[in-house]
């Protein structure tokens, strides 16, 4: 929104009549992460503006989840951000263990710790590989993400029953135990991720094609970043260094010592690498939780809940640091069995917010490169 | 956010606020505020109280009661990074929870996003699917919808049989 | 408790950032051929032991799947009596998030209602995997399957009746132990409840 725009874009070249264009990124675009439509105005190869249009992938959760009970929603919750789905689950029975005061016991909190990392390890190595995909390095750095992303998504299937629609977490604590296989291999993964991305590193950040498309593109100033609400990776990437692990300090994360990753100026460049350092610092939050989780009893996962939950009437806001950004779910209770207000605070739709800023005076191509950069999934956005 | 904070942060919106601006501090600590009061009473919590981060912007449809109400989060952003820096915030986190309740008939709210530009989409959206206006958007209209879609779908009273358009 | 991430962003001379990611990839053409391909540690990961390059040959060969898999609700009959597990509770069907669960309760001669499910269909079509209608039956009967290719040639053939959903137990046995386990000990001492509650033959599976 300011006039005095660091770029200054040319209405008119000498001596050629030219006019802006109109160009449809239409809704089916392979690099758009979902369906998402951007009607741009173009002055040659540069842009004048940006009108961003969603709702291709609109299925009104929120009013679904009015006609079931609170525990017929978590299947619904794990299809808002289809990638990180356990992280999706853990706000809402946040939230309803809020508005109920259900307590939950020490090893359920382990695990959704350890789950949430790892979901945390999943969204970055492939936030990684399809950054590289839209700039054109086809799928080499995506095989080698997906390679890292199998072990996890094993872990996944063991303990939940299902790669990405996990349907895991519980009022209360967690739906099943771990089973036996879980260790040994969780073990394997956190000994061997810092290896892989000590690897990824050295084939990607030094990349020149990959530094003369990201560096300085797409730069976000800190005052607009906290203006226009933005959380998670970009905001850390702008140099505001907020991560709601460490303000509110729910679940574990009060005991658990872990560093933030930020960045200096606030280009793509630097949300890359705010990214692969977060990466670092799940598996030391693995190691840690690992630890205290052997301390605990097995079996006590989850605390005593009626089958159908009906909290008291009033409402409830609770909000985690997922992959994306802050997630949070806001639910209003009448006293009966059904919510009467389901509202999901989608991170990839506060933060999609301020594309236009970003990309006004940058070309056509760097458009894709800064959505990818923002790591949206359509099906948050749009619900 | 609820106690010594709280009951601090009322008496100082009390003095700063014309007189029945702020209508009532339920048990939870929200505070629900006349609407006509809100942009001043959110130009006092980001410049002077430094809630400088609207995290959510909810619309709740009570038919029962004939209202609508519209649901502000806010948070302490640079206080909290504070803490994540290692240093003592000085300061209530929030969350600050303001409320405001419209007549159901006629529902207009003035627009936070002078204050807060986070709310741009998120108040596009309570238009599109509550049918709440709201007064001094830059940009208001239908995100999710269609723009020729006729009703406003997460209202209590809308019957979904009537299928609209192809 | 804040790193400031390092930038590496001058371009290094004769292209070697380039070079250093190409030796990565090439390392990895080599060491892909004496690589040991492991899938779950204490699982059998293929028939016969993978090393080096391969292929996995579908429908021959398939990795194991996890006793908690979910794939499609099937129903358990008992193996020596041949009787179903399932009284028409009304539980799965009331779990179910999408309503797919279709239970009609049996009646016998009299009228009065019986444990026994005279109707019981489920829409394998709509179904969505979550495991809530096997979380919630008490009575061990609905199970998740581990059925991976679940297409059919037409959506009639999605509509699964009775006859169609009921397998025994053993079979659920053999495919996920661990799963069993934990319910075989409830479901059979309730079994002999609900046999007594049946009027004599109802809820016995032909063989």
């Known amino acids: ?383 | 956010m609820a106690g010594a904070e709280l009951e601090g942060l009322r008496a100082r919106m009390e003095k700063a606020l014309p007189q029945g601006a702020l209508q009532e501090v339920q048990a939870d600590g929200a505070m629900q505020i006349r609407p006509n009061a809100l942009l001043r009473a959110g130009q006092f919590l980001r410049d002077q109280e430094g809630f400088d981060y609207l995290s959510n912007v909810t619309g709740v449809d009570w038919i029962e009661q004939g209202q609508f109400e519209v649901v502000y989060h806010l948070y302490a952003m640079r206080r909290g990074e504070r803490i994540v820096l290692g240093k003592d915030p000085d300061g209530p986190l929030g969350p600050v929870v303001l409320k405001v309740r419209v007549p159901r008939g006629d529902p207009a709210v003035p627009s936070v996003v002078p204050i807060w530009p986070s709310a741009l989409w998120q108040e596009r959206e309570v238009y599109d699917l509550m049918g709440i206006r709201f007064d001094g958007h830059p940009d208001l209209k239908r995100i999710y919808l269609w723009d020729e879609f006729e009703d406003h779908p997460l209202r209590k009273d809308y019957s979904p049989e009537e299928v609209q358009g192809e | 408790m804040t790193i400031v991430v390092p930038r590496h962003d001058e371009f290094q001379p004769f292209g070697w950032g380039l070079v250093k990611g190409l030796l990565v990839t090439a390392s990895h053409l080599v060491r892909s051929y004496f690589r040991r391909n492991l899938r779950i540690p204490g699982k059998e990961p293929f028939p016969g032991g993978r090393f080096g390059l391969f292929t996995v040959k579908y429908p021959e060969e398939r990795a194991p799947l996890p006793d908690r898999y979910r794939g499609l609700p099937i129903l358990l009959y008992e193996d020596s009596t041949q009787s179903e597990l399932c009284t028409a509770c009304m539980s799965c069907a009331r779990a179910c998030p999408v309503g797919i669960i279709h239970i009609e309760q049996g009646v016998d001669e009299v009228g009065k209602k019986i444990p026994y499910a005279q109707g019981f269909a489920i829409e394998y079509g709509t179904c969505l995997n979550c495991g809530l209608c096997a979380d919630a039956c008490p009575f061990g009967s609905i199970v998740m399957d581990h059925v991976l290719e679940t297409a059919r040639a037409s959506r009639d053939e999605l509509w699964m009746t009775k006859e169609r959903l009921l397998h025994p137990v053993s079979y659920y046995r053999e495919i996920a132990p661990t799963v069993w386990a934990e319910i075989r000990e409830e479901a059979m001492k309730r079994l002999d409840g609900t046999v007594k509650r049946r009027p004599a033959g109802v809820g016995v599976v032909p063989k």
């Open chain 1, 1 to 383: 929104m300011s006039e005095e725009a660091a770029v200054h874009v040319p209405m008119e070249i000498e001596d050629l009549g030219t006019e802006p264009i109109t160009l449809n990124v239409g809704p089916q675009h392979p690099s758009t992460h979902g369906v998402f439509r951007m009607k741009l105005q173009l002055q040659g190869e540069t842009i004048v503006s940006l009108e961003p249009i969603l709702g291709y992938l609109h299925r009104c959760q929120e009013k679904l989840a009015e006609g079931r009970n609170y525990l017929q929603s978590i299947p619904y919750t794990d299809r808002l951000d289809y990638v990180c789905s356990m992280t999706n689950n853990h706000p809402y029975v946040m939230a309803v263990e809020k508005l109920a005061g259900i307590e939950v016991p020490r090893r359920a909190e382990c695990i959704r710790v350890v789950m949430d990392e790892l979901t945390r390890l999943l969204n970055h190595a492939l936030f990684v590989g399809f950054l590289l995909n839209d700039m054109g390095a086809w799928l080499t750095p995506v095989q080698y993400a997906l390679r890292e992303r199998e072990k996890i998504l094993d872990l996944f299937e063991m303990a939940s029953g299902s790669r990405m629609m996990c349907n895991y977490m519980r009022f209360g604590g967690v739906a099943h135990d771990l089973p036996e296989e879980f260790m040994p291999l969780l073990t394997k993964v956190v000994e061997e991720f810092p290896a892989f991305v000590d690897e990824y590193e050295r084939m990607l950040t030094t990349n020149e094609v990959l530094l003369a498309r990201c560096k300085n593109v797409g730069i976000l100033p800190p005052d607009r970043a906290v203006a226009y609400g933005v959380t998670g990776p970009v905001l850390r990437a702008s140099t505001v260094a907020y991560d709601v692990r460490k303000v509110e300090r729910y679940s574990l994360y009060g005991e658990l010592d872990f560093y933030v990753p930020v960045g200096t100026i606030g280009d793509v460049y630097d949300r890359y690498l705010v990214r692969v350092y977060e990466m670092r610092q799940s598996v030391r939050i693995l190691e840690q939780v690992m630890k205290l989780l052997a301390e605990t009893q097995p079996g006590d996962i989850q605390s005593k809940v009626p089958k159908t939950v009906k909290p008291p009437a009033g409402d409830a806001y609770a909000r985690i640091e997922s992959p994306k950004g802050e997630l949070g779910f806001y639910l209003v209770s009448d006293g009966s069995e059904k919510p009467y207000r389901w509202r999901v605070r989608a991170p990839s739709f506060v933060n999609l917010t301020p594309l236009e800023e970003m990309c006004r005076g940058h070309k056509v191509a760097d458009v894709i490169v800064i959505f990818g950069s923002i790591d949206v999934t359509m099906a948050e956005v749009d619900r």
